[in-house]
């Protein structure tokens, strides 16, 4: 039980914390909806994500573990049709430039921005488990 309710704090912070930075999420501004969709996000990763990953481990095994982000936007996209006021959108990316480096601008479509979306809240996520272990 301490797994679970950890998992759901850390899910639920990595969500509220790229939720806040990211512009692909429209939540309406509303903090209520934002909570309950990162409830939701955490449920369906502790209860919906473990049978995806079974149901395409051959999926994973071909593409050495590249599916899995495909399983992880599959449990973004379930809170989108969960929630109807919380929608996953496609942004322009301005582009960014630091010290002669610089990234070009980008239109995000919404693939695209949820996939980015979440690539970023795995790696949030994963590195609050390994902080919190």
């Known amino acids: ?3 679970y309710a ?3 704090v850390i899910s639920l912070i990595s969500f509220i914390v ?4 990211y512009p692909g999420f429209s939540y309406g ?3 209520l909806i934002l909570l309950f969709a990162a409830a939701i996000f955490a449920l369906l990763n502790i209860f919906v994500k473990p ?3 079974l149901l395409s481990l051959p999926f994973n095994l071909l593409t050495f573990g590249f ?6 936007v599959v449990v973004l996209y379930g809170v989108n049709y969960a929630i109807p006021q919380f929608k996953i959108v496609g942004f322009h990316f301005s582009g960014y430039t630091y010290s002669g480096f610089t990234l070009p ?3 995000l479509n919404q693939l695209a921005s949820a ?7 795995g790696l949030l996520a994963s590195g609050l488990h390994w902080i919190f272990r």
């Open 1 to 3: 039980m301490k797994k």
């Open 6 to 8: 950890r998992l759901l």
């Open 18 to 21: 790229v939720s806040y930075y």
């Open 29 to 31: 501004g509303e903090t």
């Open 51 to 53: 049978i995806l990953k």
């Open 67 to 72: 599916f899995s982000f495909i399983v992880n």
């Open 105 to 107: 601008s980008y239109d």
């Open 115 to 121: 996939l980015l979306a979440s690539f970023v809240i």
